[in-house]
């Protein structure tokens, strides 16, 4: 049975600074949230907006250069995967949070609130390095699939 996928793509606009945090073994996770916007037309005619808002986060270097460079308002690249958790609150209730598992984070035009500083920087990209820079556990065990070279293609 083959592997199946699990990547989410995303480009939009963080609405909310990036909040830096450390494991108990002193591992860089830094979370945000990202707007992305559908624009169609409705049944009348008139176009519309619907905006969708997700839970990033990113762990070891990524997280760390994340927190550095982005902030709020800023249009931003994400590559990751989708991923679930559940735990209790401290009343005892059951809760659940949906999280973008960042793997790849570039910064696009500006935005931001800062006028000025490091994070005005745009077109770069930073992705993880090896599993040890990712959440305890999480790596990724899935390789890149192997594609003959074929020369002989038409275009």
């Known amino acids: 049975m083959a592997a199946g996928v699990n990547k989410a793509i995303l480009i939009g606009r963080l609405g909310r600074d990036p909040e830096l945090r450390r494991t108990p073994s002193g591992s ?3 979370s945000f949230s990202m707007a992305t916007t559908e624009r169609f037309t409705d049944r009348n005619g008139e176009r519309q907006d619907r905006t969708e808002w997700h839970n990033i986060v990113a762990f070891g270097k990524l997280a760390e250069v994340a ?12 590559e990751g995967r ?19 598992v960042a793997s790849t984070i570039q910064f696009l035009g500006g935005g931001g609130n800062n006028g000025g500083g490091e994070r005005q920087s745009s ?26 070279v074929d020369d002989d293609l038409p275009f």
């Open 28 to 30: 860089a996770v830094t």
């Open 67 to 78: 927190n550095q460079y982005l902030s709020k308002g800023r249009e931003t690249y994400i």
């Open 82 to 100: 989708i991923t679930h958790r559940s735990w209790d609150d401290r009343d005892g209730n059951k809760r659940n949070r949906t999280e973008i």
């Open 123 to 148: 077109g770069q990209s930073f992705s993880n390095g090896p599993a040890n820079d990712m959440e305890p556990g999480v790596a990724d065990n899935v390789s890149e699939p192997s594609v003959p």
